[in-house]
Nanobody
Framework: QVRLVESGGGSVPPGGSLRLSCAAS????????MAWFRQGSGKEREGVAAISAGGDRTYYADSVKGRFTISRDSAKNVVYLQMNDLKPADSDMYYC??????????????????WGQGTQVTVSS
């Protein structure tokens, strides 16, 4: 069982920035692809961004391209999501995921094996 611990959520005004972090308990030498999803009340979980185990491939949802950046510190097995120019529509619970079935389905929450508990992001004036 892999433990994922998210941090960095909070409340910011529109146009603000936040950086989310997710630390995985898996050993660095066995690191896997990781991703961020978000889900609001009554909505389906949506893929936001993903990064491959080696950091050489990334995926972004169209709604966040140019505003969000996913990165990882492979030495620590930590993934980050830098979120800039935040909009009220970005307000959701954000979840970290690890170990995808195959890269071609990174936007499918059913393809990911392990999940964190989530961190709340609220964008409001």
């Amino acid at each position: 069982q892999v433990r994922l611990v998210e941090s960095g959520g909070g409340s910011v005004p529109p146009g603000g920035s936040l950086r989310l972090s997710c630390a995985a308990s898996r050993s660095v030498g066995n690191r896997k692809a990781m991703a961020w999803f978000r889900q609001g009340s009554g909505k389906e979980r949506e893929g936001v961004a993903a990064i491959s185990a080696g950091g050489d491939r990334t995926y972004y949802a169209d709604s966040v391209k140019g505003r969000f950046t996913i990165s990882r510190d492979s030495a620590k097995n930590v993934v980050y999501l830098q979120m800039n120019d935040l909009k009220p529509a970005d307000s959701d619970m954000y979840y970290c995921a690890e170990d995808v079935y195959q890269w071609e389905v990174v936007d499918d929450p059913q393809a990911w094996a392990f999940w964190g508990q989530g961190t709340q992001v609220t964008v409001s004036s």
